[in-house]
């Protein structure tokens, strides 16, 4: 692939509590937070962002690191300068005080700014609720901003963090123990549902880790577990992006039928919901 020059979405701003960053937008319907991964909004991200607003979602993609657009595959711009920038990319999450990276028991600070984010795309794109994808780096703050009462889809691709260094930490998420008690009332009490995604061979997301939120969440999370050989083997890295960089998008593929999971979740959730509420508003 090549760079993607951002051509069928609209661009704006979100600004909460002083903190101002830009928006990536397509489509209409209910809202879905699109959170990509490190280095940052690549053309497959996009490519997963259209695809929600296929099904008729509004995909909104806030710029949390990187160069919305800019190829990530080495063959775009080289083996080095491709690193440098995941290097960059990284270290921009390293050294912000947004990004919780090895504390356990800890939610990141940025996912206070993604809830008010979330709250203003639910009022601007109505529906029922809101979605929300995070991968990788941002895994974890799809379930964190579940707190939300209008949060009603979250998915968790590959989480990341905290960084699996040790077995306690592997054996985490970085959402805080309230985060987390808040979820799984929600789980208990109003049928939430949340969907995890993994290689199990994906060293930075250990089955420690999913086994942990199965002993937190219980039957409300839903575990999509693949054999590293379902991932596009034309990837540079090993097996990790599920939705991504190791998608094969062809029907039969177990990476597709991970992708269809999630955007079943999202239609039950947020469409089928909707409709539902229409019905009950026009008795037609």
Request: aromatic share 4%.
């Amino acid at each position: 692939m090549a760079d993607h020059d951002l051509t069928g979405f609209d661009r704006s701003t979100f600004t909460h509590d002083g903190n101002t960053r830009r928006i990536l937008r397509r489509g209409t319907g209910p809202a879905v937070i699109v959170m990509a991964e490190i280095p940052g909004i690549t053309p497959r991200v996009l490519e997963f962002a259209e695809r929600v607003a296929a099904i008729g979602c509004t995909a909104v993609l806030p710029v949390l690191f990187g160069k919305p657009g800019r190829d990530a595959n080495p063959a775009a711009h080289g083996r080095l300068n491709s690193a440098l920038y995941a290097a960059s990319s990284m270290w921009q999450v390293c050294v912000s005080r947004e990004f919780t990276v090895l504390a356990t028991g800890k939610t990141s600070p940025v996912v206070t700014w993604l809830r008010a984010l979330a709250a203003h795309e639910h009022e601007r794109c109505g529906g029922p609720g809101v979605g929300a994808v995070g991968m990788c780096l941002t895994g974890g703050f799809a379930l964190a901003m579940a707190t939300d009462e209008r949060l009603l889809a979250p998915v968790v691709s590959q989480p990341s963090l905290p960084l699996a260094l040790t077995r306690s930490r592997a054996g985490t998420i970085d959402v805080s123990a309230e985060d987390l008690a808040a979820v799984r009332g929600r789980c208990e009490r109003a049928g939430l549902q949340v969907m995890g995604l993994r290689f199990r061979g994906d060293r930075l997301v250990p089955g420690d880790r999913f086994a942990f939120l199965r002993r937190e969440l219980g039957p409300a999370f839903t575990a999509v577990e693949l054999d590293d050989s379902a991932a596009n083997p034309d990837a540079v890295l090993p097996p990790h992006s599920v939705l991504t960089e190791h998608l094969i998008d062809a029907p039969g593929q177990p990476t597709r039928a991970a992708l269809d999971e999630v955007l079943d979740l999202f239609r039950t959730r947020l469409l089928d919901e909707q409709d539902r509420d229409t019905t009950a508003v026009t008795g037609t």
